[in-house]
Structure formats: C-alpha cells, structure tokens
C-alpha cells in the first residue's frame, strides 16, 4: 500500500506538472522558469518517486519511468518533455533522498542483502517463480475483474472511451484534456508489466485501480452530461433508448454479474480450507452470516439496478453501485477481514509475545514449516527461518558451541511430528490456533 500510495501520487504529480507547464507557455512566462530545476509539481513527482523507491526498491521507479516513456512517445514530444522535467535534476533528487538508506543498510548486512532484496526479491520474482505464485496469463484480467468490482465491469467502455487507436486525434488536444489517455497508459503498463513477470500476486497490480478509476470516472461524466461516444447507429439508437446499446448491454451484465458475484461469495465456504494457518476459518465464516450478508447485498444491488434499467432511469446505477459497495465494505468485506485476522495472525501476535517473555538470553527462536515474516516484527528480534523440517534438524545438529542447550521452536504440530519429536522430549509452552510454541532439547535431534 505504501508503494502504492507514493507511485500512484507522483503519476498524479506528473499530470499536474505537464499541465503547468503548458499553462505557462501560454501565459508567455517560459523566460522565467528555472533551468536547473522542473516546475513544482515535476519536483513533487521526483520526492515521491524517491519515497517508492524507499518502500518497495527498484520497481518504484521503473514502473512509472515506462508509464511516462509510453505515454511521450505515443505523443511524438519525449525530448520536449524530457527538457521540461530536468531528469539530471530530479535523478540527484531521487539519489540524495533514496541513496543514504541503501548504503547504510548494505553496509550493515552486505551481499547478503543484496542477494536477498536486489536479487531474490526483485529480479528473481520477474524471471521466475517464488514461492510458488505462479498463475496463469490471463490471472490479473480476474483480479481486476474481481478486484475492482463493481465497476470492472465499464471498463472496456471507458477503455474504449479513449479512442486511444486515434493518435493524431490526442496529439491535437490541450494537455489538460490528455488525463484519459494518460489514465489508459498508466492502466496498460502496469498490468502488461505484471502480466509479464513471472512471479504473479493479486497485490500487484493494485497500484493500477487508481487509473482504472480515472477511466471509469470520465466514462460515466460522459453518460451523466450526454456526451457518450457513438456511433452513427448508435446515435439513431439513442433518440429512441436515451442511451447507445452498447451502453445498455453493459448495464444489462451488470447486473448478471452482481448476480454471479452474490453466488460466488454464498457459495465460497466450499472454497475455503485450505490454508493450514487457520484450518477452522471456513466453519467461522459460515456461522458468521456474513456470506449470507455480503451476497444479499449484491443481490439487492442487482435487483435495483434491473429496475432502474426497465424504468430508464440509468443516471442512477452509478449511484446504486457505490451504495452496494459501501454497504458490502462495511457490512460484509471488513467483518470478514476482521475474521481473518482472528484466525490468521491474532495466534502468531500472542505466540510472539509469549516468546519474548519465555526466551533465554542467547536462546535461538526458530520457526519451522512455511515462514511468517511478520513474526519478526512482533518479537522485535531475529527468526531462524526453515520451511524444510529436514533443514531445520540439520542445522540444529550442525551447530557447534550454541549459546544455549535449548532452542525456542514455532510450528504447526505435524512439523515437530516430522522433525522425530515425542511430545515428553520437550515442553510445550503453548499453543493459538493452527501453531504450537515449544522448548526443545538441542539433543533432542
């Protein structure tokens, strides 16, 4: 989110300054900008672009670097944009705020981050598969679908919106008129860029919603103050509809797909359960009511929005759609991630906090089976990580002179099944949820 939040804001940035930029060559005060430093908002673009760097590495930078690249070339006016925006400017910008932290941070762990992060984390996860995330290429068209519900739907439309095949027709307009376009291109890259890498997470392409959001956006305007793109046909069509067919099919599987969308989440307890972290969320959520809730409220929505569509009254689905979706964030989303939370992180919160206060001084804290980054940030201290129960007996063997004759285990109970432990070879200290918390016997391996 942080990543996000830093490059979705300076592609934001980005827009206002090439819209300045051409306000002020009309009001004739080019003589007087700087030539060292852009315009305020390109500066603005650079220090986010710094802080995404800080937040995610690499990425922060290349992403919205191919959205501009794209959007200038389509254009025809790269090197006129290039001047404006003073790059030598902005990289020192970008190195003095971004630079400190990876020196520091290199200095201090060595080619180890460097391996982990610039390598594994980066250029590992674009060429080949970690972690086992691999899907599919058509995988981010469903978590757009999905992911951006209920207003996926439209975007087709919008996309269509833009007309974007008519080059010489977005090189005629004002820049400021240019936000669509911009919008299509920031959406494209980032999910050709993901759809490309290799390694595929739904989180991903959450920095491209805010752009989908933007076409959406405009598209409606259009249907609200009439000046919906059309066809000939579709213009006849509209003297007698009020709106093009197009647009009325769209609305019609609107509809359907809240329908679908309903069935999905009332028939989602058959989906879930197989996540061994919180083996008894699917019972929860079922005894909650809030599938019941969530789909009751699609079906709702779905219903208003046919008898808006036989009532004509089509200014209104946007309205229906925004109340649907507050009232399913509200009322099903956020009670469910709450669940979520309680099943999924609330035991490794209390498992951390009671090994902080059961640890030894010197004593080893390992987890065993699938890591769990996040407990390292709950004990405020380092992990031993081994998703290989084999690995983990190994290394314990393989030590030599350890601090401490015991060492603090975390795990799912098959694991210290597997590791060869008997339940009187060690103390079991505690157990939430899916894990158990145990001091075990180095010799005891």
């Known amino acids: 989110m942080l990543l996000s939040g830093c490059m979705c804001s300076a592609l934001l ?118 972690n086992k995330h691999s899907a599919p290429w058509y995988f981010y068209f469903i978590v757009v679908l ?23 027709y977005w090189r005629r307009q004002a820049r400021k008129d240019r936000l669509g376009l911009f919008a299509l291109f920031w959406f494209a890259c980032i999910f050709g860029f993901f759809t490309i890498a290799v390694t595929k997470l739904p989180s991903y392409v959450l920095p491209l919603m805010p752009a989908a959001a933007i076409l959406v956006s405009l598209f409606w ?89 036989w009532k004509r009254q089509e200014r209104w689905i946007l309205t229906t759609n925004l109340i649907g979706l507050v009232a399913f964030i509200i009322f099903g989303l956020t009670p469910a991630y709450n669940l979520v939370d309680i099943h999924r992180q609330l035991p490794l919160r209390q498992l951390a906090q009671i090994a902080v206060q059961q640890k030894q001084p010197g004593e080893e804290f390992m987890m065993i089976g699938f890591w769990k980054p996040s407990l390292v940030f709950y004990t405020q201290g380092p992990v031993t990580y081994y998703r290989s129960t084999r690995g983990a007996v190994n290394y314990i063997r393989e030590s030599k002179n350890p601090p401490t004759p015991d060492v603090l285990v975390l795990g799912y109970p098959k694991k210290f099944v597997e590791a060869g432990l008997q339940p009187d070879e060690y103390k079991l200290i505690d157990s939430r949820g899916a894990y158990q918390l145990a001091r075990v016997p180095r010799k005891a391996f």
């Not at 007087?32 to 802080?51: D, R």
């Not at 739907?153 to 010489?168: D, E, G, K, V």
């Not at 509209?238 to 509809?255: E, F, T």
């Open 13 to 130: 940035a980005f827009i206002l300054g090439y819209v300045l930029e051409e306000q002020r060559e009309k009001a004739g005060i080019t003589a007087m900008k700087s030539a060292i430093f852009p315009n305020k908002w390109y500066l603005t673009f650079y220090v986010l672009i710094a802080l995404a760097i800080l937040a995610k590495g690499p990425v922060g930078i290349v992403i919205p670097g191919l959205i501009i690249l794209c959007f200038a070339l389509y254009l025809g006016d790269f090197w006129q944009l290039w001047r404006e925006m003073r790059p030598v400017s902005g990289i020192l910008i970008i190195l003095a705020i971004a630079l400190p932290w990876y020196v520091l941070v290199t200095l201090a762990n060595g080619q180890t981050y460097i391996d982990s992060f610039f390598g594994y984390h980066n250029f590992q996860r674009f060429t080949e598969v970690v």
């Open 146 to 168: 999905v992911g951006f519900a209920p207003w996926s739907i439209y975007l087709p439309l919008a996309i269509a919106r833009t007309r974007f095949w008519q080059r010489s």
């Open 221 to 309: 305007q259009d249907i609200i103050t009439g000046k919906i793109i059309e066809s000939k046909r579709e213009h006849l069509e509209k003297k007698q509809n009020n709106l093009p067919r197009s647009l009325l099919i769209n609305i019609s599987i609107n509809a359907v797909f809240l329908l679908i969308l309903a069935g999905a989440i009332l028939y989602s307890y058959n989906w879930l359960g197989d996540d061994p972290a919180m083996p008894d969320f699917p019972q929860a959520i079922k005894q909650s009511g809030l599938l019941i809730a969530g789909g009751t409220i699609w079906i709702i929505a779905a219903g208003a929005i046919g008898l808006l569509l």
